[in-house]
Antibody, heavy 120, light 108 residues
Framework: EVQLVQSGVEVKKPGESLKISCKGS????????IGWVRQMPGKGLEWMGI????????KYSPAFQGQVTISADKSISTAYLQWSSLRVSDTAMYYC?????????????WGQGTMVTVSS | SYVLTQPPSVSVAPGQTARITCGGN??????AHWYQQKPGQAPVLVVD???DRPSGIPERFSGSKSGNTATLTISRVEAGDEADFYC???????????FGGGTKLTVL
């Protein structure tokens, strides 16, 4: 079964760092783009960025460039999303998703989501 | 940056046809995909640009596009179709993906 499994719920304080993960299984992880999507409470989906695990080619939305870092370790079939200094406004559900093929293709497989809460 | 515009809400009676639009500049020339998200769940792909549906998605769901509008059509709507729906494209000019704002489908 092709699936993406994300790390668990996180509760952090402003200014803290965080790295959440997304582990792929059931397919060749290195050869499919993985994207990250933010959903703030009660709001819509926001495209954050994507990474190609095979060579770590990464593309960011201007809204998130410099705010987060997307990385991947193909040896363990895992993609990451990290923050160096969290803000209250980073409170959201974060999803990883796999592109079917190229970046023009749909996100065909989604992780279950990681809820990040940032509060003092 | 590229903007996709969806109506905030669409309401339809059971058994009728729901049409959810997604407006964007020349979206007819882009690959447009549709996702369904039910409360408390992750999004699920329902129709891709080739109008293909993943396994388990009913044939009642179909997509089309022309000019500046892409449309998700749901035939013979059922109560279980009630959800938020999002369109998504890849914008080659800015080299990034874009989601529409989402449409809440209510089954009356």
């Amino acid at each position: 079964e092709v699936q993406l499994v994300q790390s668990g719920v996180e509760v952090k304080k402003p200014g803290e760092s965080l790295k959440i993960s997304c582990k792929g299984s059931g397919y060749s992880f290195s050869t499919y783009w993985i994207g990250w999507v933010r959903q703030m409470p009660g709001k819509g989906l926001e495209w954050m960025g994507i990474i190609y695990p095979g060579d770590s080619d990464t593309k960011y939305s201007p809204a998130f460039q410099g705010q987060v870092t997307i990385s991947a370790d193909k040896s363990i079939s895992t993609a990451y999303l990290q923050w160096s200094s969290l803000r209250v406004s980073d409170t959201a559900m974060y999803y990883c998703a796999r592109h079917e093929g190229t970046v023009w293709d749909a996100f065909d497989i989604w992780g279950q989501g990681t809820m990040v809460t940032v509060s003092s | 940056s590229y903007v996709l515009t969806q109506p905030p809400s669409v309401s339809v009676a059971p058994g009728q046809t729901a049409r959810i639009t997604c407006g964007g500049n020349n979206i007819g020339t882009k690959s447009a995909h549709w996702y369904q998200q039910k409360p408390g769940q992750a999004p699920v792909l329902v129709v891709d640009d080739e109008n293909d549906r993943p396994s388990g998605i009913p044939e009642r769901f179909s997509g089309s596009k022309s000019g500046n509008t892409a449309t998700l059509t749901i035939s013979r709507v059922e109560a279980g179709d009630e959800a938020d729906f999002y369109c998504q494209v890849w914008d080659s000019s800015s080299d990034q993906g874009v989601f529409g704002g989402g449409t809440k489908l209510t089954v009356l």
